[in-house]
């Protein structure tokens, strides 16, 4: 029979052979798929409110949809954005309104989609053809893009790119 030195060598080895096995596991899991892969959110402005005008510039609320193609939840804690107009007039030309971080809790079910606001400050400075064609025809054509930083079910940051059109609604 084996001593005590003989019995820890074979508790020894018993544990690295678990380790061997769940680690051989987790492998096999991985190749095979197991491990979720988060397919990147559809992000898009559907709508944007106004909030007030002044000298200077102005607030805008910017509703962005976030779709969820994903078979299980997302929850983020931070979308950063960079929000282009199209300037007035211009086939191709746009114009940079505003670039940013909203870091605040957001949480989309599987399948599923939320609304974020994000209050967005703007100087007239550089965009104001644009804005005022806004105001004037009471639609835009946007595009946006940025980075939203998935917490759960795995850390990671997945990219979006949106482009469209969408109508000013009133703050009131």
Same mark, same amino acid.
């Given at each position: 029979?084996?001593?005590? *030195? ?5 508790? $020894?080895?018993? /544990?690295? @052979? ?5 680690? =051989?596991?987790?492998?096999? %899991?991985?190749?095979?798929? %197991? &491990?979720? @892969? &988060?397919? *990147? ?7 944007? @409110? ?10 805008? #609320? ?13 929850? $983020?804690?931070? +979308? /950063?954005?960079? +929000?282009? +107009? !199209? ?10 309104? =505003? ?6 809790? &957001? ?16 100087? #007239?400075?550089?965009?104001?053809? $644009?804005? @005022?064609?806004? +105001? ?10 940025? !980075?939203?930083?998935? =917490?759960?079910?795995?850390? /990671?940051?997945?990219? #979006?790119?949106?482009?469209? /059109?969408? $109508? ?5």
């Amino acid at each position: 029979m084996g001593g005590p *030195s003989e019995r820890q060598n074979e508790g $020894a080895g018993m /544990t690295r @052979r678990i380790v061997d096995v769940v680690a =051989t596991v987790m492998l096999v %899991c991985w190749a095979a798929g %197991c &491990v979720p @892969r &988060v397919e *990147s959110p559809e992000v898009r402005v559907v709508g944007v @409110r106004l909030g007030g005008l002044g000298l200077q510039g102005g607030l805008v #609320y910017v509703q962005l949809s976030v779709v969820n193609p994903n078979e299980f939840g997302l929850e $983020a804690d931070r +979308l /950063t954005y960079d +929000l282009d +107009l !199209r300037a007035a007039g211009g086939d191709d030309e746009w114009v940079n309104l =505003t670039e940013g971080a909203f870091s605040e809790e &957001v949480r989309v079910g599987a399948r599923d989609s939320a609304v974020v606001e994000i209050p967005v400050e703007f100087s #007239y400075a550089g965009v104001g053809a $644009a804005v @005022r064609s806004i +105001l004037a025809r009471g639609t835009f054509d946007y595009r946006v893009s940025g !980075r939203i930083s998935v =917490t759960e079910p795995i850390s /990671t940051e997945v990219p #979006y790119r949106e482009r469209g /059109t969408v $109508a000013l609604v009133d703050g009131g």
